[in-house]
């Protein structure tokens, strides 16, 4: 059975740093690629970062690139998302999810884990 | 930045047909992909290349695409179908994923 646990969220002051983990099991991960995916409170679906399965291939959109960093070490099946100046908009929850074999639909994704920026 | 746009709200009586659209330049060329997503819980997975259905879907859950515009169907609709829907896809390098803007059924 496919899953994808989440951890690392919690409360962060701005500007501060935090690294999520999301941790993989019932299937060859290294074989997959994975993507990050958070959600504010009350607000819709927002595309974070994707990274295949040799870590060859990482995107970000514009508005995060240069404070979040993906990463994923297939030994330990998981992957990874470094954070760095979180602001208020960051407040979300961050889902970690996979991408199917048969394109870039995401087949998989776990119940997700809470960041919430503020002082 | 690219975007995907769905209406807002529809709302639908059970047994009826619920469709929602997804607007975007680049779906002639990508694939789009549909979630449901009910409260509280995280998104699923329900139409895949634009109207493909995973295993384990209804077959009350259809797609279809035509031009820069691509819908998801909900045939009879039951009032377990009542959640959030969103459509995904990628900019037109096919690079970089993005999520429409999420339409909220629901069932009267």
């Known amino acids: 059975e496919v899953q994808l646990v989440e951890s690392g969220g919690g409360l962060v002051k701005p500007g501060g740093s935090l690294r999520l983990s999301c941790a993989a099991s019932?299937?060859?991960?290294?074989?997959?690629?994975m993507h990050w995916v958070r959600q504010a409170p009350g607000k819709g679906l927002e595309w974070v970062s994707s990274?295949?399965?040799?870590?060859?291939?990482?995107y970000y959109p514009d508005s995060m690139k240069g404070r979040f960093t993906i990463s994923r070490d297939n030994a330990k099946n998981s992957l990874y998302l470094q954070m760095n100046g979180l602001t208020a908009e960051d407040t979300a929850v961050y889902y970690c999810?996979?991408?199917?074999?048969?394109?870039?639909?995401?087949?998989?994704w776990g119940q997700g884990t809470l960041v919430t920026v503020s002082s | 930045s690219y975007e995907l746009t769905q209406p807002p709200s529809v709302s639908v009586s059970p047994g009826q047909t619920a469709r929602i659209t997804c607007s975007g330049d680049a779906l002639p060329k990508q694939y789009a992909y549909w979630y449901q997503q009910k409260s509280g819980q995280a998104p699923v997975l329900v139409i895949y290349?634009?109207?493909e259905r995973p295993s384990g879907i209804p077959e009350r859950f259809s797609g279809s695409s035509s031009g820069t515009t691509v819908t998801l169907t909900i045939s009879g609709v039951q009032a377990e179908d009542e959640a959030d829907y969103y459509c995904?896809?990628?900019?037109?390098?096919?690079?970089?994923?993005?999520f429409g803007t999420g339409t909220k059924v629901t069932v009267l």
């Open positions: 290349k634009d109207s």
């Open positions: 019932g299937f060859t991960f290294s074989g997959f690629s």
């Open positions: 995904q896809s990628a900019d037109s390098s096919g690079t970089l994923g993005v």
């Open positions: 990274i295949s399965g040799r870590s060859i291939y990482i």
């Open positions: 999810a996979r991408e199917a074999v048969s394109g870039t639909s995401l087949d998989y």
